[in-house]
């Protein structure tokens, strides 16, 4: 605010001497215009100079007109025009008071310079708008925005902020192209613009992010809802003849309820609209105080998950997975740890949680391939029949250039491909299935193995089942945790959902393993429905590297 004050000081500075400058230049050329009887100077006797000494006062008077049509300001915009029409205006009066056509070069001088004025201030203000308006939809960009809130923000007048973002839009530009991307973000701002009012103000900040500034607070719940059941409708592709389906997450903040400064209420509606994302999307949710903690607790466990990646601290566990008939030993999945005093503070799942909801989980990914395949090599080329399961999150394997990550790892390690199992979820499918099914594909076709974890929990339906290249479905433990006690009031349910789970993977011809199988009673379950493999405590806690080696010895 203070260096704005100081630019605005300095302009009104520059504009009053360049005024002044201009009046001097102007009484000059007039002395000049007097007739030459009046005028008892030697120079002015001579009929070239004075025609020289116009002609560079009224050059220098075009040079001032031009420096006030380059200026921002209001008031040196209105000069740039008014000076140069007032010169032409007095100068052809007193042509045609006094039938001097000596002025008639100066006059047609601050013609071309009020055409040239009128120019700038034309190309200026395209540029201005342009700097405001977002190419695509044509609505106020993420710095417009921004100034607009920064001037609100100094009223009394209450008004909230809606930070809209459209769910999983990365999927549409994937499936359909950019250009059916650049149509759904197009509708949407209209749809948008239909609900709401004229003094309401909606732009575009980002790529499928909009801001919205509702004038008063009253009418913030009605328009939030109006807007998530417009964006519910279908969108026509004329182009491919399809549907296209979005829906929005939508986070709320109000002035001056949540915050003063309109840095502090974008950063409000952005945590509401981090609790929608992270609360499954499609949702609405207005500010609470106790986002802020959420958010810091998260910046804490960013800052710690860098600093293990930069350290190289991450270790590794490796839990044992059982065939359930004849508990021969199949192998063993990688979970990732920390030091067990940073573990107190912040589990290693809310880490993992966390890092999927930024870029820090494609560096865990790519850590974890590092290291563990090479900690693993030398067991893997002892035993070969044994398989090492790596976690991927849903994030990298629908990225490109996962599958030439994983190609590095096994050249760099030595690790051999058809040891390697790698761990998706169905989450998955939720961003670019198409994308997601390619990599998959490719890492079958390298003699890598697919594991589909949490299977009953996410996205996966039969349809998209079957057209997935996985290997091993894995029964997500919450259903195993049902089957804990005996007589259980849910133990019926989820008995039969396991039963349905295991006959399914078997027709689709895949191995099904159930994780997290800690009782008798559960494993007896599970092999009455014919469940090919087990994972948990009851045959096996995680295992350090030189616990697994020799586990694996024995078991020669």
Known sequence: MENRNKLKCRSIILIVVLLIAYACLYLLISFANLEKSHVDIPYFKDPFFVSSFKGVLTSLQMLVCIVFASMREKTACVLAHLLPAFTIITSSAHMLRFHNREVIP??????????????IHHQ?????????????????????????????????????????????????????????????????????????????????????????????????????????????????????????YVTASIGISKYPEHAEKSADLMRCADMALYNVK????????????????????????????????????????????????????????????????????VPIQELIDVAERSDIIYWIDCYVLRYALEEFRDTALKHPELILSVNASAKHISKKGFVELVEQA???????????????????????????IENMNRLRARGIKIALDDFGTGYASLSNLSKLPVNLLK????????????????????????????????????????????????????????????????????????????????TE
């Open 106 to 119: 100066g006059l047609t001088t601050m013609c071309v310079c009020l055409i040239a004025v009128i120019v």
């Open 124 to 244: 200026i203000s395209k540029q201005e708008k342009d700097a405001l308006t977002d190419y695509l939809t044509g609505l106020s960009n993420r710095r417009s925005i921004s100034e607009q809130l920064s001037r609100m923000t100094h009223s009394s007048k209450a008004f909230g902020v809606l930070y809209i973002d459209l769910d999983d839009f990365k999927s549409v530009n994937d499936n359909y192209g950019h250009k059916v991307g650049d149509e759904v973000i197009r509708t949407t701002a209209e749809r948008i613009n239909g609900i709401i009012s004229s003094k309401d103000s909606l732009g575009r900040i980002g790529g499928d992010e909009f801001i919205l500034i509702v004038n008063g607070v009253n009418r913030i719940n009605e328009i939030s809802a109006a807007i998530s059941e417009s964006l519910k409708k279908p969108i026509k592709v004329e182009e491919t003849a399809s549907q296209v």
């Open 278 to 345: 992270t609360s499954g999307k499609n949702g609405v949710t207005i500010f609470r105080e106790e986002f802020r903690k959420t958010m810091l607790k998260n910046a804490y466990i960013e800052s710690l998950a860098k600093k293990y990646l930069d350290e190289k601290s991450f270790t590794f566990a490796y839990q044992p997975q059982y065939h359930t008939n004849t508990k021969t030993l199949r192998g063993f999945e990688t979970l990732i740890r920390i030091r067990p005093e940073d573990c107190e503070t």
């Open 410 to 436: 096994l050249e760099d390690t030595g690790f051999p491909p058809a040891s390697l199992e790698i761990e998706i979820t169905e989450y998955c499918l939720a961003g670019s299935p198409n994308l997601t």
């Open 475 to 554: 029964i997500d433990k919450s259903f195993i945790e049902d089957l804990a006690v005996q007589n259980n009031a849910k133990e019926g349910s989820a008995e039969a959902f396991i039963s349905a789970i295991i006959s399914m993977g078997h027709t689709l011809g895949l191995e099904v393993i159930s994780e997290g199988v800690e009782s008798q009673n559960q494993l007896e379950i599970l092999k009455e429905k014919n469940c090919d493999l087990v994972q948990g405590f009851i045959w096996g806690t995680p295992l350090e590297i030189d616990a697994v080696r020799s586990l694996c010895d024995k």
